[in-house]
């Protein structure tokens, strides 16, 4: 498929809409992105970190899902705002939206009424808790609700949020996923459809081996830190005798027998099984701390290269971007960066992250035919912005 012939009208804001925007401009698409004017764009342009010293409106958090997209301002609580986004519909593949139930249709911007003119208009619709649901979905919420704070952090620690909105990342994911199914149904039947994910749905479909350990044994999991609930040792942090702290993991009893001969660990007996390896986890994590703890982190890489054992360092955040396979990631335009996040190694290089309103007279132009006078009417009465 020539993915530089869709055209993305992108009704969405903050990440995991705009991150399958992005995903289809790195495939090559034109991705339009209308923006609110109320709010001068995406909210994430001004959620900027301390350490961000700049008047841009091009934010770290906004650069990592809105790479090679065209930024049109439209106040869609105008009707000529709303005619307009609907022109582009008519002429677009696939919408993206991320309103809570109800804005799309008090907006005119829902399924129906911008598919009525385009009946191969596929329209992706994120909402926190599905179509009937009047609730915004947060990540942080939805990881409360559905269960990952809970098993997140140290048992005798308060549960904790992740780092990163994950739930929003997941599911921009499953939207990718349902685009790319419809477009292939289109291509057999040449009809549109109408597609609806919500993050707690998405949440709680990947809570994986967490979840069926509870439907099918009755227990509910809890806090262990890092470490995994069905296998020992993987995900544990040891630490090596130059105190760099580390991860291995060990899957089957065969790598354990490896990993035994490695650190000269004798008596095995007792921890031959993954099952003896789990019910006697934490004396066998007192062996292997002290064990750990007579060789450098680079004597143990080695040794478990040598037998085919994984083992990582625990990098920060600078570490990681010192690997070649990092660096490779990274998107770079003058002094703004951000990362890849369709990993194809020869998909098309996108553009920077636009300004907000940058596009609007160049797109409207383009793709609508509309004349400069009927563009300047329409920013004079405050229905595109430019």
Same mark, same amino acid.
């Given at each position: 498929?020539?993915?530089?012939?869709?055209?993305?009208?992108?009704?969405?804001?903050?990440?995991?809409?705009?991150?399958?925007?992005?995903?289809?401009?790195?495939?090559?698409?034109?991705?339009?992105?209308?923006?609110?004017?109320?709010?001068?764009?995406?909210?994430? /342009?001004?959620?900027?970190?301390?350490?961000?010293?700049?008047?841009?409106?091009?934010?770290?958090?906004?650069?990592?899902?809105?790479?090679?997209?065209?930024?049109?301002? $439209?106040?869609?609580?105008?009707?000529?705002?709303?005619?307009?986004?609907?022109?582009?519909?008519?002429?677009?593949?696939?919408?993206?939206?991320?309103?809570?139930?109800?804005?799309?249709?008090?907006?005119?911007?829902?399924?129906?009424?911008?598919?009525?003119?385009?009946?191969?208009?596929?329209?992706?619709?994120?909402?926190?808790?599905?179509?009937?649901?009047? /609730?915004?979905?947060?990540?942080?919420?939805?990881?409360?609700?559905?269960?990952?704070?809970?098993? %997140?952090?140290?048992?005798?620690?308060?549960?904790?949020?992740?780092?990163?909105?994950?739930?929003?990342?997941?599911?921009?994911?499953?939207?990718?996923?349902?685009?790319?199914?419809?477009?292939?149904?289109?291509?057999?039947?040449?009809?549109?459809?109408?597609?609806?994910?919500?993050?707690?749905?998405?949440?709680?479909?990947?809570?994986?081996?967490?979840?069926?350990?509870?439907?099918?044994?009755?227990?509910?999991?809890?806090? $262990?830190? =890092?470490?995994?609930?069905?296998?020992?040792?993987?995900?544990?942090?040891?630490?090596?005798?130059?105190?760099?702290?580390?991860?291995?993991?060990?899957? =089957?009893?065969?790598?354990?027998?490896?990993?035994?001969?490695?650190?000269?660990?004798?008596?095995?007996?007792?921890?031959?099984?993954?099952?003896?390896?789990?019910?006697?986890?934490?004396?066998?994590?007192?062996?292997?701390?002290?064990?750990?703890?007579?060789?450098?982190?680079?004597?143990?890489?080695?040794?478990?290269?040598?037998?085919?054992?994984?083992?990582?360092?625990?990098?920060?955040?600078?570490?990681?971007?010192?690997?070649?396979?990092?660096?490779?990631?990274?998107?770079?335009?003058?002094?703004?960066?951000?990362?890849?996040?369709?990993?194809?190694?020869? %998909?098309?290089?996108?553009?920077?992250?636009?300004?907000?309103?940058?596009?609007?007279?160049?797109?409207?132009?383009?793709?609508?035919?509309?004349?400069?006078?009927?563009?300047? /009417?329409?920013?004079?009465?405050?229905?595109?912005?430019?």
């Amino acid at each position: 498929m020539d993915f530089s012939k869709l055209t993305i009208l992108e009704l969405a804001s903050v990440l995991a809409g705009p991150s399958v925007g992005m995903f289809f401009a790195e495939l090559g698409a034109n991705v339009i992105k209308v923006e609110n004017p109320k709010t001068e764009g995406d909210i994430t /342009r001004k959620w900027k970190s301390k350490n961000e010293k700049t008047n841009s409106d091009i934010s770290a958090y906004f650069s990592s899902a809105n790479w090679g997209k065209k930024s049109v301002g $439209i106040d869609l609580a105008k009707k000529e705002g709303q005619d307009i986004v609907k022109k582009l519909a008519d002429q677009s593949d696939i919408v993206i939206s991320s309103y809570k139930p109800g804005d799309s249709k008090k907006l005119n911007v829902d399924y129906p009424t911008l598919s009525k003119d385009n009946s191969e208009l596929i329209y992706a619709q994120i909402t926190g808790y599905g179509d009937d649901d009047p /609730r915004t979905g947060y990540d942080a919420i939805i990881q409360a609700e559905a269960g990952f704070m809970h098993i %997140n952090g140290f048992p005798d620690k308060p549960p904790v949020k992740m780092p990163v909105a994950m739930v929003d990342i997941l599911t921009g994911h499953h939207v990718k996923e349902a685009i790319l199914i419809a477009l292939l149904e289109r291509r057999r039947n040449n009809s549109g459809k109408y597609i609806s994910i919500s993050l707690f749905d998405v949440a709680v479909s990947s809570l994986a081996n967490q979840a069926t350990n509870y439907l099918m044994t009755g227990h509910s999991p809890e806090r $262990i830190g =890092s470490e995994h609930p069905n296998i020992f040792p993987y995900g544990t942090i040891f630490r090596s005798k130059d105190h760099i702290d580390f991860v291995i993991a060990i899957t =089957s009893d065969a790598q354990f027998e490896k990993l035994a001969e490695i650190i000269q660990f004798q008596d095995i007996g007792l921890f031959h099984s993954n099952d003896k390896r789990i019910r006697n986890k934490k004396k066998l994590q007192q062996l292997l701390a002290t064990a750990f703890l007579k060789f450098s982190f680079k004597t143990l890489s080695q040794q478990f290269l040598k037998y085919h054992l994984p083992i990582g360092r625990v990098n920060d955040i600078p570490s990681v971007f010192k690997t070649d396979q990092a660096k490779r990631l990274i998107l770079k335009d003058n002094n703004i960066l951000g990362l890849k996040t369709f990993l194809q190694k020869n %998909n098309p290089n996108p553009s920077k992250p636009p300004k907000y309103s940058e596009h609007s007279s160049e797109t409207l132009t383009k793709e609508l035919k509309l004349s400069k006078d009927e563009i300047l /009417r329409a920013i004079k009465a405050k229905v595109i912005f430019d």
